[in-house]
């Protein structure tokens, strides 16, 4: 008989954990192509968002469909940044725009007011930036 936990090196105790894991990977799986597909972002960001998927599932539905309604058209690049003296980590979501700036940051502060005032509390390690271009 084949051990399925030495196939997939995990750790397996029966098979409903097998079920439970094989389900998480085809969800992590199908999260990070769905971020892939709306967001430009690095090996090191994917890594740390694959650790968070309330945060990928925030992105993916909510996050972009509110920016949507203020930049319709604008890449969207996720960067991973480290503060050098504590340690913590902040993914910035950045609205890549060719807009006037005056525009681009009223833009920006309309859907600060109208959403993303209201939901930053629960997404401390996430900021949204313009980004001229």
């Not at 992105?59 to 690049?77: D, G, H, M, V």
């Not at 993914?91 to 930053?120: C, G, H, S």
Request: with cysteine.
């Amino acid at each position: 008989m084949i051990e399925v936990s030495r196939i997939f090196d995990i750790d397996i105790k029966s098979p409903l954990d097998l079920a439970r894991n094989i389900m998480s990977q085809i969800i992590s799986t199908d999260l990070k192509s769905i971020l892939l597909e709306l967001y430009d972002c690095d090996s090191e960001t994917l890594a740390y968002l694959l650790q968070k998927p309330e945060l990928i599932t925030f992105l993916i539905t909510e996050a972009y469909n509110n920016i949507r309604r203020f930049f319709k058209n604008e890449k969207l690049k996720l960067v991973l940044d480290e503060d050098a003296e504590t340690g913590e980590k902040t993914v910035f979501l950045y609205i890549l725009t060719d807009l006037p700036v005056d525009e681009a940051l009223a833009k920006l502060n309309q859907l600060d007011d109208e959403w993303w005032l209201d939901k930053i509390d629960n997404y401390p390690d996430l900021c949204i930036h313009v980004q001229m271009i």
